[in-house]
């Protein structure tokens, strides 16, 4: 027994390290830095991000933001999502975690090499009028879109799933509205409402599609190990029930049902959400070693 869990708990940090064998350099890394970075302990970004609430999140910002077909077709034209799922993720938490733990100086680097590897992605689409048009990953309203999705996916995520936010979910917007200055978008929301208004800003530009439907599907069935499937399928549940109904719909996803009656799946979610918190441990390597930095920081002055 004590074999299989092993295996189990290997086999969950691999999915969220790329199967690296050790603590990935750059996490380790975030020890360094000359200042206490763009967040700290107290923030309401470290309890939202710091929660388990991210792995339901990233599931929900993926199916919003593919709804976007300028954003789609960036994925579809550039990505290597199907055959490299796990290097994929990797790069998305390795970024998202270096702003959030990070010094300043490190968030703007990771953020700086993010924007330089948005710039071979660029050609064209049909938008929802049919229109053909250009994009490029680093377009400010194609950016804004992808920032707009992140940001709703983990608030809304954690207002469902997790535990309360210092500060409320005005603050978790407009602290990471930090994270959409370092990625060159122009006025990000600071509030929730504003968050609201700018998302459905958007609405006139989404459609579903062929590519759409590609991605739903592999955000269905992603190739996971046969030991995470059935609480992946939960948390997609958890993912589907939690976005808009109008984004749901042109998804061609429905809520969980049994007969005409919903399933919850607050309960559920929680429940894999703590296997996975057991799994992995109650801290991750991000957070240690911007703790190490903090300490040593506040132990010089």
Do not use: C
């Not at 959400?273 to 040593?296: C, D, F, K, N, Y």
């Amino acid at each position: 027994m004590l074999r299989i869990l092993e295996t189990w708990r290997r086999q969950l940090i691999g999915t969220f390290s790329n199967n690296a064998a050790e603590i990935p350099q750059w996490e380790l890394d975030l020890a360094k830095g000359e200042d206490t970075g763009f967040y700290g302990p107290e923030s309401a970004v470290w309890a939202v991000h710091g929660s388990m609430t991210p792995i339901i999140a990233g599931i929900r910002a993926l199916l919003l933001q593919a709804l976007h077909p300028g954003a789609m077709a960036g994925v579809h034209d550039f990505s290597d999502y199907k055959e490299d799922p796990l290097g994929r993720l990797a790069g998305t938490i390795r970024w998202i975690f270096t702003v959030t733990y990070g010094d300043t100086a490190a968030a703007k680097s990771g953020s700086d090499w993010v924007l330089r590897l948005h710039e071979r992605v660029h050609g064209t689409y049909e938008d929802a009028a049919g229109v053909e048009r250009l994009y490029s990953a680093n377009d400010p309203e194609i950016a804004r879109w992808v920032h707009l999705a992140f940001t709703d996916a983990f608030l809304s995520s954690h207002q469902r799933f997790g535990g309360p936010i210092p500060g409320g979910p005005d603050a978790y917007v407009s602290e990471w509205a930090v994270a959409g200055e370092l990625m060159r978008i122009g006025n990000p929301p600071r509030s929730e409402a504003e968050l609201r208004a700018q998302l459905a800003a958007y609405d006139g530009e989404l459609r579903h599609s062929d590519y759409v439907r590609e991605a739903v599907g592999f955000l269905r069935r992603p190739p996971l190990p046969r030991s995470q499937l059935a609480g992946y399928r939960v948390l997609f549940a958890g993912a589907v029930a939690s976005l808009e109904p109008r984004h749901r719909e042109m998804l061609g996803l429905k809520e969980p049902r049994l007969g005409p009656f919903p399933v919850p799946v607050g309960l559920p979610v929680k429940l894999v959400l703590g296997v996975i918190r057991l799994g992995l441990g109650p801290q991750g390597p991000s957070e240690r070693s911007a703790r190490e930095r903090i300490r040593r920081l506040s132990a010089a002055q």
